[in-house]
Structures are given as structure tokens and as C-alpha cells.
């Protein structure tokens, strides 16, 4: 059994202040037991009063060794951490006047960073005077996202920020139509082609291979 200790994230065996508490655990029906009787139960099994919902009325303590509720904790944390997909922001930068050389190689670049589930932010820098030319720069990024359509959707419009102009692109996910398309194609591939129908075979005609006869018909 754990020893109570004040740094201890929860609170437990004596640390656990309620009259009475509500008990779950492996194999044990849920009940309320006043706090002295649960801890009592708990020395009984070897185990310790794990107070794991104190908001509650009465509070929920499960009968588990601590040093085990802790790794089961962490663990769970861990399988979360996981499961979260970290998203990094690529950035991709104009000048004003880009030339569609240079505008086609960006473009390759922000295809590849929301194909691997990256966000994209593309921003127009305006250097000295060339401010005045904030429309045309505000035109080129939304060419720019009409152009990626199919990889990423808006998720801020084109912004002035100082002498930057800034739109931000969230990857798009696999559209529902193709996963459809590609369950459709699957069922197609296991159904059996029906079979062709043969031609009727023509009944061989006999052939009489001797020498005819005058008279005589021996075709059927």
C-alpha cells in the first residue's frame, strides 16, 4: 500500500476528508460506505482508497493500489498524446509582383505541405512603396487558394498586418465522395463477371463419304 503523501495528486486513505464515499473497483458492486469503513475494506484487499471524483456526491473513491492507479493514469495519458496530430504552419512568402515561374514553384510547395497535413501560411510582403500595390497582392493570394482548392480550404482571408499581407490554409481532409468512390470500386472487384453465353453449337451434319448413289439424298 502507498504511503500518504501531501504532494499527491489525489487524495487518499486518510487524505480524504467526506464522511462517506461512493466505492468502485475491480469486481466490486458500487456503494456508499462511510470513509472509515471503506478504508477498512481497502486494508483488508491490500489496496489503497483512491479518492478519483472528490466533486461528486459523495465523492467516488476506487479500492486500487496508488503506485498502480498512477501508471494506469500515465498511460492514459500518453495513448492521448498519441493520438493528437501535431500540426506545424509552413510558411510561404510573395512579393507583390511574382512571377508565375516563381508562383507555380510555390505552389508545389503548399500542395506538398497540406498533402502531409501541414497548415499553410501564405503572405504578400510589401516592401517600400510597393504598399500601393496591396489589391493586386490581395488578388494573388486568393488565386493562390483557388488554386489549392482541392488540398486546403480558407481559414483566414487575405489580411493587412503591417506590410504583410496574410491568408492562412487549413489541410483538407479526404473528401467523403472519394472514399465512396473507392468502396464502390472495391465491391465492383469482388463481384463475379457474369458468364458469357456460348453460341449455340450447329448440329454437324453427317456426311456420307462413300460414292453417291442416283436417287439417293443423305443429307439429314
Same mark, same amino acid.
Given at each position: 500500500?502507498?504511503?500518504?503523501?501531501?504532494?499527491?495528486?489525489? +487524495?487518499?486513505?486518510?487524505?480524504?476528508?467526506?464522511?462517506?464515499?461512493?466505492? @468502485?473497483?475491480?469486481?466490486?458492486?458500487?456503494? @456508499?460506505?462511510?470513509? *472509515?469503513?471503506?478504508?477498512?475494506?481497502?486494508?483488508?484487499?491490500? @489496496?489503497?482508497?483512491?479518492?478519483?471524483?472528490?466533486? =461528486?456526491?459523495?465523492?467516488?473513491? +476506487?479500492?486500487?493500489? *496508488?503506485?498502480?492507479?498512477?501508471?494506469?493514469?500515465?498511460?492514459?495519458?500518453?495513448?492521448?498524446? =498519441? &493520438?493528437?496530430?501535431?500540426?506545424?504552419?509552413?510558411?510561404?512568402?510573395?512579393?507583390?509582383?511574382?512571377?508565375?515561374?516563381?508562383?507555380?514553384?510555390?505552389?508545389?510547395?503548399?500542395?506538398?505541405?497540406?498533402?502531409?497535413?501541414?497548415?499553410?501560411?501564405? *503572405?504578400?510582403?510589401?516592401?517600400?512603396?510597393?504598399?500601393?500595390?496591396?489589391?493586386?497582392?490581395?488578388?494573388?493570394?486568393?488565386?493562390? %487558394?483557388?488554386?489549392?482548392?482541392? *488540398?486546403?480550404?480558407?481559414?483566414?482571408?487575405?489580411?493587412?498586418?503591417?506590410?504583410?499581407?496574410?491568408?492562412?490554409?487549413?489541410?483538407?481532409?479526404?473528401? =467523403?465522395?472519394?472514399? &465512396? @468512390?473507392?468502396?464502390?470500386? %472495391?465491391?465492383?472487384?469482388?463481384?463475379?463477371?457474369? +458468364?458469357?453465353?456460348? =453460341?449455340?453449337?450447329?448440329?454437324?451434319?453427317?456426311?456420307?463419304?462413300?460414292?453417291?448413289?442416283?436417287?439417293?439424298?443423305?443429307?439429314?
Amino acid at each position: 500500500m502507498k504511503k500518504d503523501n501531501p504532494k499527491q495528486q489525489y +487524495r487518499v486513505n486518510e487524505q480524504i476528508r467526506a464522511r462517506e464515499v461512493r466505492i @468502485v473497483g475491480d469486481g466490486i458492486e458500487s456503494t @456508499v460506505l462511510p470513509t *472509515y469503513k471503506a478504508i477498512q475494506m481497502a486494508e483488508q484487499k491490500g @489496496v489503497d482508497l483512491v479518492e478519483i471524483s472528490p466533486n =461528486a456526491e459523495p465523492p467516488v473513491c +476506487r479500492l486500487i493500489d *496508488y503506485s498502480k492507479f498512477l501508471y494506469q493514469q500515465k498511460k492514459h495519458q500518453k495513448e492521448i498524446k =498519441a &493520438k493528437q496530430v501535431k500540426v506545424e504552419v509552413k510558411e510561404i512568402r510573395f512579393g507583390p509582383q511574382t512571377d508565375d515561374h516563381d508562383y507555380n514553384f510555390k505552389l508545389k510547395h503548399a500542395q506538398g505541405f497540406l498533402s502531409d497535413g501541414d497548415k499553410v501560411k501564405a *503572405y504578400v510582403f510589401f516592401k517600400g512603396r510597393s504598399i500601393l500595390f496591396k489589391e493586386q497582392g490581395e488578388v494573388l493570394l486568393l488565386r493562390f %487558394a483557388a488554386d489549392l482548392e482541392e *488540398y486546403g480550404k480558407v481559414e483566414q482571408m487575405p489580411q493587412l498586418e503591417g506590410k504583410r499581407m496574410i491568408m492562412f490554409i487549413a489541410p483538407k481532409k479526404q473528401p =467523403a465522395q472519394a472514399k &465512396k @468512390v473507392l468502396e464502390s470500386t %472495391a465491391q465492383e472487384l469482388n463481384v463475379e463477371k457474369p +458468364r458469357e453465353k456460348k =453460341a449455340p453449337q450447329q448440329k454437324a451434319r453427317k456426311e456420307y463419304t462413300g460414292p453417291k448413289v442416283e436417287g439417293e439424298d443423305f443429307d439429314d
